[in-house]
């Protein structure tokens, strides 16, 4: 645990980090909205490391699900409003 990035421990920690954070699945359906590159990055971290399970969801879109082992709190390296978990998703412009 001690390799992963303050970003992937705090991520970890502010969404599965609680008791009822243990039944928490986050969807992202890529219509509107998608992970900007840093929330992105902590969770594809997160993933190779064995925390979280990725797994495509029907219509488009994938999830995240906890796997089982647990971090401990990490909530004081990701301050709010310096962490944006998601971004729009912009359509570009047609000729």
């Not at 969807?27 to 969770?43: I, S, Y």
């Not at 488009?60 to 310096?82: A, K, T």
Request: hydrophobic residues 40%; positive net charge.
């Amino acid at each position: 645990m001690s390799e992963l990035s303050d970003d992937a421990k705090g991520l970890f920690s502010c969404l599965w980090g609680m008791p009822i954070g243990k039944a928490t699945v986050l969807k992202f359906r890529m219509c509107e909205n998608r992970p900007t590159a840093r929330a992105q990055a902590a969770l594809d971290e997160l993933v190779a490391a064995g925390f979280l399970c990725r797994e495509q969801l029907s219509g488009g879109g994938f999830s995240y699900r906890p796997l089982g082992p647990e971090i401990p709190h990490y909530r004081r390296f990701v301050r709010m409003g310096d962490f944006a978990l998601t971004e729009p998703i912009k359509e570009e412009p047609r000729a």
